[in-house]
C-alpha cells in the first residue's frame, strides 16, 4: 500500500504565493506520473498540473504562468510553486500519484490520492 501526505496549505492574501509539497510512502517500486488536481466548493475536481518521470510537466490554462509543479525522485515528493494568487484559487488541493508496486511475484501499477490540504486566497 501507497500512502500520500500533503502539505503547505493555509491561508493568503490575493497576489501571495504558498509552496504544496507530497511525498509517497509505502510499498513504492516507481512512481510514474504526479500531479495535483484542486477541487472548489460545488465545483468538480480539475486538473492543475502534471509531472512525468523524467520531469515533462503539463498545467492548466488558468495557472499556467504562476504555478510551476517539480518532483524530487529521490524523496519520492511532488511540489506545487503556486505565485500570484487568486480568490478563485480557493480549493482543497489533492495529489495523486501513479505507482508501480512489487507484491512478490508481479508488478502492480495503481493510481493513489492524498487527503487534500485547503487552500483559501482572501481577496
Known amino acids: 500500500q501507497v500512502q500520500l501526505v500533503e502539505s503547505g496549505g493555509g491561508l493568503v492574501q490575493a497576489g501571495g504565493s504558498l509552496r504544496l509539497s507530497c511525498t509517497a510512502s509505502?510499498?513504492?517500486?516507481?512512481?510514474?506520473?504526479m500531479g495535483w488536481y484542486r477541487q472548489a466548493p460545488g465545483k468538480q475536481r480539475e486538473l492543475v498540473a502534471t509531472v512525468t518521470s523524467s520531469g515533462s510537466t503539463n498545467a492548466a490554462d488558468s495557472v499556467k504562468g504562476r504555478f510551476t509543479i517539480s518532483r524530487d525522485n529521490a524523496k519520492n515528493t511532488a511540489y506545487l510553486q503556486m505565485n500570484s494568487l487568486k480568490p478563485e484559487d480557493t480549493a482543497v488541493y489533492y495529489c495523486n500519484a501513479d505507482v508501480t508496486g512489487y507484491s512478490g511475484t508481479r508488478y502492480y501499477t495503481k493510481a493513489y490520492w492524498g487527503q487534500g490540504t485547503q487552500v483559501t486566497v482572501s481577496s
Open positions: 509505502g510499498s513504492i517500486f516507481r512512481i510514474n506520473n
